[in-house]
Structures are given as C-alpha cells and as structure tokens.
Nanobody
Framework: QVQLVESGGGLVQAGGSLRLSCVHT????????MGWYRQAPGKQRARVAY???????NYEDSVKGRFTISRDNAKNTTYLQMDNLKVEDTAVYYC?????????????WGQGTQVTVSS
C-alpha cells in the first residue's frame, strides 16, 4: 500500500520561502513520476509541478521561476522549493505518484500540508 506524507507547510509572509517534503513509501511497482498538487478553498485540486522518472520537470505557469521540484530517490522523498511566495499560493499542498503516459495521480491522497501566505 502506497503512503504519502507531506510536510513543511506553514505561515509565511508574501515574498518568503518554504520547502515542502513528500515521503512516499510502499508499493513494489515502478511509477512514472512524482507530482505536487494544491487545493485552495473553494477550488479543485490542481497540479503545480511534476518530475518524471528521467528527471524532466514541468511547472504550472503561475509558479514558473518561483517553485522548484526535486527528489532524493534514496530517501523516497520529493521536494518542492517555493520562493517569492504570493498570497494566491495559499492552499493545502499534496503529492502523489504518477502513472502512465498521462502522468496521472494514482494513489490515495495523503493529509497534505497547509501553506498560508500573508500579505
């Protein structure tokens, strides 16, 4: 059974930085990437970044140049470095393993980590 545990969120002023961590364990099959998602109040969960098995990365337009996704395979951990945070980045952030050519999130979501950016 795959487990996803996010951490590193908190309250930060606009312009500040946070580094989120996602420890993902369990399962014996390969997966095709890792993604970070966020869900703001009243909005649907949406992907903000992903990293593929070969290390390629992709970002949602609003976070390009501010967020950086990385991973440590030995630690089964994926990170999201968030710099120059904006009020609109406020959300609960989740990670998931991605499967298939469409890189879809394929496992039960963890509890997420709350990021709150104040003005």
């Amino acid at each position: 059974q795959v487990q996803l545990v996010e951490s590193g969120g908190g309250l930060v002023q606009a312009g500040g930085s946070l580094r989120l961590s996602c420890v993902h364990t369990g399962g014996v099959f390969r997966f095709d990437g890792m993604g970070w998602y966020r869900q703001a109040p009243g909005k649907q969960r949406a992907r903000v970044a992903y990293i593929t098995r070969d290390g390629s990365t992709n970002y949602e337009d609003s976070v390009k140049g501010r967020f950086t996704i990385s991973r440590d395979n030995a630690k089964n951990t994926t990170y999201l470095q968030m710099d120059n945070l904006k009020v609109e980045d406020t959300a609960v952030y989740y990670c998931n393993r991605l499967l298939g050519p469409a890189l879809l999130p394929s496992f039960s979501w963890g509890q997420g980590t709350q990021v709150t950016v104040s003005s």
